[in-house]
């Protein structure tokens, strides 16, 4: 069975830095792709950043330029780098990882920004 679970939560200040972890694992999964979306409180869960097995990435407008993804194929692992954190960046931030047929989430971590 696979599980998908994120670490790294935490309180952040404004401008300051923090780094989410994710591990997919189970059943000899490969994940094609795997990414973060958030959920701000009582708003619609947004894509944030993903990472292809080969390295390509996307970003939404909002953190590009501020986040960075990436990941280790070896350990199905995949992290976000979030730099300069704005206040705006407070959510529950949700891990996934996608093979051809399904994708897979965790439980998600919340990330809040405040001083």
């Known amino acids: 069975q696979v599980q998908v679970v994120e670490s790294g939560g935490g309180l952040v200040h404004p401008g300051g830095s923090h780094r989410l972890s994710c591990v997919a694992s189970?059943?000899?999964?490969?994940?094609?792709?795997m990414g973060w979306y958030r959920q701000p409180l009582g708003q619609s869960r947004e894509i944030v950043a993903s990472i292809t097995d080969n390295g390509a990435t996307t970003y939404s407008e909002p953190v590009k330029g501020r986040f960075t993804v990436s990941r280790d194929n070896a350990e199905n692992t995949v992290y976000l780098q979030m730099n300069n954190l704005k206040s705006e960046d407070t959510a529950v931030y949700y891990c996934y990882a996608r093979t051809t047929s399904k994708i897979y989430w965790g439980r998600g971590t919340q990330v809040t920004v405040s001083s």
């Open positions: 189970g059943g000899g999964f490969r994940a094609a792709v």
